[in-house]
Structures are given as C-alpha cells and as structure tokens.
C-alpha cells in the first residue's frame, strides 16, 4: 500500500512537471515569434539585396507613433510590373484588384495601456534594427525582442531616458 | 563557431560538475567521518576525491585548459564591440586555478592519511567555494547570451550582466552535477579496496546509500528547476528544441528514479554505470538545449550587413573603343537613374540640373551618395539603394558632372530638330519610363487612352501640362514640367503614333 503511494506520488510528480513544460511549450506557440504571413514577403530582397530603407514602405515610422504596415499603393506601385510572373506577387495583384486589404500576422504587439512612439524612438537616434534584429536578413520576420518591460527600462536607464512610470504608463 | 563552443561545453560542464559534486561530498563526508569517528566515511571521502582527481594532480589542471577558449569565443561570437574587456576573465579563471590548486593540496593530502589536519581540510573548503565561484561567474556570462538585446548596454551598466536564467542554469547544473558524483559513487561498492586495508563489510552499504541518495536527490531536483530555467528564459529564446530538450531531461530524470526505486529496497547488480550514463545523457540534453536557446536569442542578431549585392546593373558591357567611361557612363544613367530623374523637371525624384550642382568638382561625394543614398529632401521619396558595381558608380558619376545637360539630351533639343523628332525624343527619355503604346506598365497603354483625345491635340496637351486622375486602376500621373513646345511635339508625336488617332 505505502509503495503503490509512493509510485503514485513519483509518478504525479513527474507528470506535473511535464504538463508544466506542455504548458509553456503551448503558451509559447500561441505567441509564436513568426508567424506566417498571407503573403510570403520577404524582406531579405526589398531591404537586403535592393536595400530600400525601411521607411520606404513603413511610411509613418519617422513620423507618428506607429510604423504602419504599407498601403497596397506602395506594393503596387513596382510591382505593377516587377515579378509579375511570381505566385505571391499574382496573389497580390489579386488583393489589390478585388480591394481586400492583406491581413498581416502583427508580430510586435504592445498591450493597450503602453505609450510607445516610434518618432521619439527614432529621433533619439536608434536604428530599427536595434529591437526588430536584422530584418534584412531573415526570410520571415520572426519577433527579435520580447517587449518586457524590463527590457524597455533597461535600456532606457543606460541611455538617460526618462524613467518616468508616466513616461509610458499614460 | 557556436557549435565548437557547445562541444567545448559538453565536455567541460560534466567534468566541472564532477570535480564540484566529488569534492563537496568528499569535504561532507571527511567532516561528518570525522566528527562522528565514523571510519567508512573516511573512506568514501578519499576515493571521492581520488575519483574527481584522477591518479595524476596535472590531470586536475588539464581539465581547466578550455577556459581560456571558452573565454575567447564567448568575445569573439559576439557582434564587436565585445561587451567586456579581456581582463575581466581573470577574475573567474583565477578563481577556478586557485581552487583547483587548493583542491590538489587536500587530495594529495589525504593520499598520505585519511585523519586530516585542520588546515588541509580549510585548504578543501576554500578551493571549493573557489570553484563554486567561479562555475557561478561562467554561468552568469552564459546567461548573457540569450538576451542579446542587453549585451550593448552591459559597459553602460554592469548591473546587466545578472539575470534569472544564469542562477536557474546554474542550479540545475548543480543538481546535474550532484546526480552525476552519485552515480560515481554507486560505482564503488564493488570495487576492491585500495591497499592492505582490512575489507569492511559495512562500506559497500553505506557508499550505495551515499550514492544513491546523491543520484536520487539530483534526479527530483531536475524537473522543478528545468521548469525555472524555461520560465526565466526570454520568449525569443525559446524554440521547439528547447522544449523537447526539456522534455528529455525530464524523462532521463524519471529513468533514473525508477532505476533506483527498486534498487533502495533490494540492493542488487550496479546501476552505477548506467546512473552516470543517464546523467550524462542530461548534460548533453542540457547543453543540448541552452545551444538551441542561444541560436534563437541571437536570430537575427548576428548576421552582419552583407555588401551590397550587384543587382540590376547591367551586365557585359564592352567599354567601347571612344571614352569607354563617358559610354558605360551614359549605359547605366539610361538604366538606373532615368526612370526617376530628368535634368530640367522634377519626376519621381528631383531635378538633376538642381542637385548635381552641389556635386560640381566633387566626385568622391557623388559617389558616396549613389553607393548609399540618404533622405535629404523631404519633398521627395528617398532613392533606394541602387546596388551598382563600383566602376559603374563611377561611371555614372563622371558621366553626370560632365555629360548631362551638355549632351544634347532631348531635354534641351536644337532648335533644328524638327518635330517629329523632337516629340519621339521626349517620348523616349520622359513618357517611356512609365508608358509603352501596347502593354500597360505604370500607366496604362497609349493605345488605350490616347484614342481618346484623336481631333484634340489641345485636349491631350492640357492633359499632359496638368494631369489628373481619371482611372482607378492607375496611380496618377506626374506633372512632367516640360516646356510648352516639347508638350506640343509630344502630343502631335504621340496622336500621330497610335491607331485611330489624329
């Protein structure tokens, strides 16, 4: 009887644990750091080989607080007759010719109760890829930084921002 | 680069691991032997330390030669510039060589008699805690790594260099490493006693039950802190592998208490061997892992910026036999730069007559700004990267500060030019670039829309002086800001051209 409790209580133990690691593995894939995306962009072409800066189609990361995804326009604009022979970019034309809009995978997402501004970002003169990685090089975006607020502070400490809770928390 | 690392680290992890388990428990146990008069324990402490040094104290010493390369890889993997200075390795590395010296002295002395003095049992316990210390700092400079993001700002501020990840990876080596010593320790009861000591029918009982509680104590140990160490790691760090690493420490682990389970109550064969192995296989799953997470924190992160790709140049061009520059000059200004700029009017981007006056007598400038063009107008989109060779750079640049403008480009036609020409020529350099007559490019094809204007050449020309958006499926079209005469030449040029125009 005490042995069978035992081996019960080992067994638990064990199993709990791994449950756990089950867990986080799940909590980890529902955050997945690449998702795929309705269109396999990649960004190792338009900002690695022809290097387009990336404020050539992230229009508004210089100038408000959010780096936008492109309009259409911007695609549409080369490849109205770049690649066309290419599966994604015919699957963009379709896009644009039945105006839906891509819906895009976010990959950096902050919650509601954060100020975040890219202009102030940029303007304290920090390069993109100081917290999205080498964009250029991967053939996927995948998430470079985990957006916690630690992360956010220390840096901020290091480089004499303001450590103000209301700098962020409005 | 990374993957000798990681080997260096398997083979190093386990033998510190080793050298950390057997000398604590050989100081334990020296103590409690000691303490309570108790002849076994003795015994035990001696072939623990014996065991962890081997026969030779140089071996003890050769096992700390990867430091130093461990030490040198951790700066060079990292993007330059390295975030701490070479000297501040000294620290952990003398650590760990005055503890091992430390070390040495207490083995060598309790070679010579198991009843200790009490300096050479402080002599123990301080290079203990060396090593203790240094296996710490290793673990700390490890856990730097899977938060790439704050490496850059450790010279700023050291406080960077702590965090969770390097205390839970350094306790689950800690219980890898306890695990594995009680493994060794299972080992010996069969082993023949060294000497002409009397054999003692209690010892193999009391190492079994030392060793097993070692190897038991790590394996409950394992799941609760590979648990921390996931949680403490940062969300880019993680991957499958990680998890599924993970996921065989634990089920090593659970191998191991069952082995041993049966083995507490009914002392038979020698799980030993297989207890290390299966302590070793953690080791492995455990590096195995970190690796994995190391990769993905640093995903992204490493990989310099390429040099730019030739891309888009043209390619084989024979230098002519006449001013070979000024001709591949004039090749590459047609393929690269016209589509955007013409000389007297704004198009995509500025007029060239504007800003290639800034450039008078300045070549290298121009160069630069060709090979990686910068925003320097607001009112104009920035020019994207080009990706020329370098002798096509400075061809095109010569070609502009000398050539453009002064060649009688159809911007500035003779007067001569009768007006045909000159509206085929304006065609050519200006409209071509985003129209053909049959196909649609940017806009659409002229014989679709110029039909429209057949008997209006009026109409056409206002059109081209001041367009406007007339077709949702096409941006609109620029103004060109020609002159009034290459307006008209073009309009006749281009109703004469099309099917069914005028």
């Known amino acids: 009887m005490r042995k069978k409790i035992a081996i019960l209580a080992l067994l638990g ?6 449950l756990l690691v089950a867990g986080l593995a799940y909590l980890w894939y529902r955050t997945d750091p690449a998702p795929e995306q309705p269109i396999a962009f990649p960004h190792t072409i338009h900002a690695g080989t022809l290097r387009l800066p990336c404020t050539f189609c992230h229009l508004f990361a210089e100038r408000s607080r959010f780096a936008t995804a492109p309009p259409m326009q911007i695609c549409m604009g ?67 930084s985990n957006l916690v607020m630690g992360w956010c502070v220390s840096c901020h400490r290091v480089r004499n921002a303001p450590m103000d809770c209301y700098t962020c928390h409005k | 680069m990374r993957y000798f690392l990681a080997a260096l680290l398997l083979a190093y992890l386990p033998f510190l691991g080793i050298l950390i388990g057997g000398s604590t428990s050989s100081l334990v146990l020296n103590f409690l032997g000691r303490e309570n008069r108790n002849a076994r324990s003795l015994r035990l402490s001696k072939e ?30 990292l993007p330059p510039p390295a975030p701490l200075p070479w000297f501040s390795w000294i620290l952990p590395f003398g650590a760990l060589l005055s503890g ?16 200790l003095q009490i300096l050479h049992f402080r002599a123990g316990a301080a290079g203990l805690l060396a090593i203790l210390f240094a296996s710490f700092l290793l673990f700390v400079l490890l856990g730097t790594l899977f938060n790439p993001g704050k490496l850059q700002l450790i010279r700023g501020n050291a406080v ?31 082993r023949l006693p060294a000497g002409t000591e009397k054999p003692d029918p209690e010892y193999p009982g009391y190492a079994r039950s030392v060793g097993s509680s070692l190897a ?40 191991v208490v069952l082995i041993l389970y049966p083995y507490l109550e009914n002392p038979a064969g020698r799980p030993g061997g297989r207890i290390s192995i299966l302590y070793l296989l953690m080791f492995l799953a455990f590096v195995a892992g970190e690796q994995a997470a190391v990769g993905n924190a640093f995903l992204g992160r490493q990989a310099p910026r390429k040099p730019p790709f030739p891309a888009g140049g043209p390619e084989g061009q024979m230098p002519g036999p006449a001013e070979p520059t000024v001709e591949k000059g004039r090749t590459v200004f047609q393929d690269a730069c016209r589509a955007c700029h013409l000389v007297e009017s704004r198009l995509v981007g500025p007029p060239l007559k504007d800003v290639l006056s800034k450039y008078r007598g300045n070549l290298e400038n121009l160069k630069r700004y060709i090979r990686d063009p910068a925003k320097v107008n607001p009112d104009y989109p920035l020019m994207p990267h080009l990706g020329l060779k370098e002798e096509e750079v ?62 209006n050449v009026e109409g056409l020309k206002r059109f081209i002086r001041n367009p406007v958006k007339t077709n949702a499926g096409y941006p609109a079209m620029p103004m060109l800001g020609l002159k009034e005469e290459e307006i008209d030449a073009v309009a006749r040029y281009l109703l004469a051209k099309v099917k069914g125009g005028g």
Not at chain 1, 117 to 129: F, N, P, V
Request: include cysteine.
């Open chain 1, 13 to 18: 133990y064990f199993g709990a644990v791994l």
């Open chain 1, 78 to 144: 080369c490849h109205r007759t770049i690649a066309t022979d290419r599966e994604e970019i015919k699957k963009l034309t379709r896009y644009y010719d039945e105006k839906r809009s891509i819906e895009w995978k976010r990959v950096y997402a902050l919650p509601d109760f954060i100020y975040f501004s890219h202009k102030r970002h940029i303007k304290a003169g920090l390069e993109c890829e100081a917290c999205h990685g080498d964009v250029a090089s991967m053939k996927r975006v995948r998430r470079a």
């Open chain 2, 48 to 77: 623990l330390i014996e065991t962890v040094a081997g026969n030779n104290p140089f071996l003890f010493l050769a096992g700390l030669l990867p430091f130093p390369i461990v030490a040198c890889l951790w700066q060079r993997i």
């Open chain 2, 100 to 115: 091992c010296l430390l070390l040495s002295f207490y083995r060598s002395a309790l070679r010579r008699t198991t009843d």
């Open chain 2, 160 to 190: 960077f260099i702590l965090s969770y990840k390097a205390l839970a990876g350094f306790f689950l080596f800690l219980a890898l490493s306890f695990g594995l010593t009680g493994g060794i320790a299972l080992r010996f009861p069969g």
């Open chain 2, 216 to 255: 038991l104590g790590g394996a409950f140990a394992v799941p609760a802190l590979v648990v921390l160490d996931l949680i403490s790691l940062p969300s880019t760090a993680l991957s499958l592998e990680v998890f599924a690493a993970a996921a065989a420490a634990l089920v090593l682990a659970l191998v």
């Open chain 2, 394 to 455: 400075d061809a095109v640049a010569r070609y502009l500060l000398t050539s453009v403008g002064k060649e009688s480009l159809p911007e500035k036609p003779a007067a001569a030019m009768p007006a045909e020409e000159k509206g085929k020529a304006v065609f050519e350099t200006v409209c071509s670039s985003c129209h053909r007559f049959d196909t649609r490019l940017v806009g659409p094809p002229f014989n679709e829309v110029v039909p429209k204007y057949a008997g």
